[in-house]
């Protein structure tokens, strides 16, 4: 054989290799073709293509191995288990940029299914590696090693403080501020998956003056990147006091209310998380938020989305509510209970969002009687009623809603709201309505406007009475006292319904004599006489 | 036995006593001797009793009076102590409801002024809602412009999507024999997608690579393949190198500059500096005069004036020509200031 035909054998066999690897590649890309290529064994074909002399192979090799393993999470078992990855990692700083892409993919495929298999990555030593790849030029290779990061440190806090450990966080607020694109958004992203995981992570990436250079990119017109720059403050603000008045000190709440109102509907959720994750900590911190025209960005936001994009928002204002007195009156006056009213009745599918919308409800109207009031007029007990009852809400969504009645009960003393609840209510909701009731006949009664109203007696009348047949007993100290000279004026109704009421209130009566003195008065009562009848109508 | 010899003479001589009487009077006599002896007792007790009362009484006026004189003294001596105290007690009230009404206005005033001031609750409420309104107004203005920006974006990229798409399928175009399936004869003109395709041109394979690699939110590795592999050596090549460190080029890049001192200078900078020094110079200067040597010191002496003669407002009158001169030009008048003074017959001296 002459040296040319030992040439243009090799040469066949060269060519032959790159087209394996190369069809092998474009296969990889397809997911449907994975189980065949996994029953062939392709992997076992592949690896030692990745060891090959020739360096074009060696590359196409790599890259049809890493796209095969980004399908499959055994695959990526079984190449951790081959033992190629510490090869793949330690040539990794020695190959040209094409290698050191095809290498990334790999390890990026490798890390993003689980945190053992991210945790073995690791252990190769990757982090080395990947630091000597962002000290490359070329912006495809820093956005592959960045990938990776963003890969390993998703998983858990221990894989982040890792990637911490091996100074990525300098790297990645440069890549930051790099005229590239998918550069940028990658290292964004990188940033925002070290910081979710702890206070400490946070801290680290908040420090090094990243939030001045998020806070200018926020109106930059490009999506996903948006995305990722309000992740990253939602995930910065979220830990704690601190972090969040660091947020909220690069001056970035008037603008991103423009961004509630983008047309990519990821964005705007993560909008919403940040206001929310923000106004969750303080009040002062929900007081500037509201200062700087949160309310209607969120009222509005919550009228225009719909399903689970909502979510964050009506949280928001169930924080915001939360916090103060004040800025619950603020959410009342901004309209937003027409607005969480509509999302409980009309939102079909998401059940945690109308949770979430009881829970807010719950929390507007707990503080005072006005806001029970204010709550309660767009007949949203009912409604809540409703929810409690039905047999096909979650056990988190009745709870929610009964916390949220019972905070609202506890405070409401409007009788037009608690009349439609004392026909079908449940004990434990009925107690707070009855008490409610007796509370407002009692300032009645003492304000001398006994007898008003026979219909509500009745009301009260029937519902005693389902009470005394189902023996329940409650230890409540509405005792109230009547002067006797009262009694014989008023109508029969409303004495039995006095009486029924303090059955209720598990007093001994003589049953045979409904007039005279029936009802013992407390000292404290006697005071309450003393002060005079028509000052207390409003003692509540 | 004291009767002597005497006495019975004496007796038996005195004319009217009888025997008889005598013993009768003696009889009766020992008959009232109880009587009288009990008499004679009543009368000495209730003596004895009226002296000892008397004494008592005495005794008691006296006891009285000096418990009177004492209890004045100790009590008004006690009387100033009580009168103090009184006197404190009721200043303690006094004061305590003025310090009442004092912290009772300061605590209302601070309540409502920094616990809960209804009225800042208020007028904060009423602000936030006009605040409120116009960030809705500034929000739907920014949106406004952006949104015909989103929108322009938008069709953009539908536009190249049905060109990219037209490109692809430009087998579609209509011929002469054949309408297309845009090109329907029951239409009035062509559907849009015709217009597409006839305008459709091929793209070279170097600009497919470019316009997805602008494009790219895919992967890097994945457009590095698209050109036809050339056959390469079979020996590997070697990298290129050595570069520098990434963080040195860094540094270079984002160095400041930094000019000579050659270039740094201007052009006039010179004459600046001989201007400075002037200014320096006269500004720190305080004898304004030039400094005359001391050689012709006799000859360069220079007149000084007085500063009456060379005053702008020129001389006064007083004395110029001669004490006590005065110039009448300038009077309303043309007489001389005149002194007088009054003599003893009532004239004025001149």
Redesign the interface.
Known sequence: MTQRQLLQVLEEYLKGRMHFVQTMSELASRGQNMKMLKNANVMALLQPLMLDVDPSVQQIATQALGRLVGHSEEMAKELVQGEVLPQIVNSLPKHNNYYKKAATLVLRSVAKHSATLAKAVVDCGTLDSLMICLDEFDPGVKESAIWVLCHVARHNEDLAQAVVDAGAVPFLVLSMQEPEIALRRVAVSALSDISKHSMELAHIVAETGTIAILAQMILNPDTKLKRQVFSVLSQIGKHSVDLAELVVEAEVFPTVFICLQDPDEVVRKNVAILVCEIAKHTSELSQLIVNAGALPALVDFIGENEGSVRLPAVMALGYIAAHAETLATAVIMSLGIPQLTQVLSNEAEENYVRAATAWSLGQIGGHSSEHAVAVAGENVLPKLLQIYTSPDSSDDFQNKAKNALKNILQKCVHLPALEPLLRDSPQNILKHVVIQYSKILLSWVLGGLAGKDGEIQSHVLTSRTSFNDKCDIFNKEVIFSVPPSLLPKSPMSFQTSLRALCLQNSLQLPVANPQGALIKADAQNKRRRGEGKGGNRGFI | MGHNMADVVRLRSRPCVSGQKYIERRRQEEQDRRKDILAAITIQTWLRGLRVRAYMRYLHDAATTIQRHWRGFFQRKSFHVLLRNALHTRNMEFYNCKAFNIQKIWRGYYVRKYVHNYYA?KI??ET??V??????IQ?KE??GS?AC??DR??RESDEQRMDRLACRTHYLVSTRQIPGIYNSPFLKEPMDMERRLIEARPRINAERFLISARN??R????M??QKP?S??H?R??K?QGP?L???Q??RHRLKPLEPTLRVATSFTSAEEAALEQKREEWRTRVIDDAFLPFANHRKNKKYEPLLQTSCAFGSIDYGTHHFRDTDTTKNISKKALAYTWKLEDGRRSK
């Open positions: 609750r904060y409420l936030l809602m605040a409120n309104q116009i960030t809705r929000l920014i949106v952006k920006e989103w974006r938008f790219s939110t992967d890097w590795t994945e590095s393949y592999c056959i390469p079979i590997a090549k990298p570069f460190e990434q963080s080029i860094w």
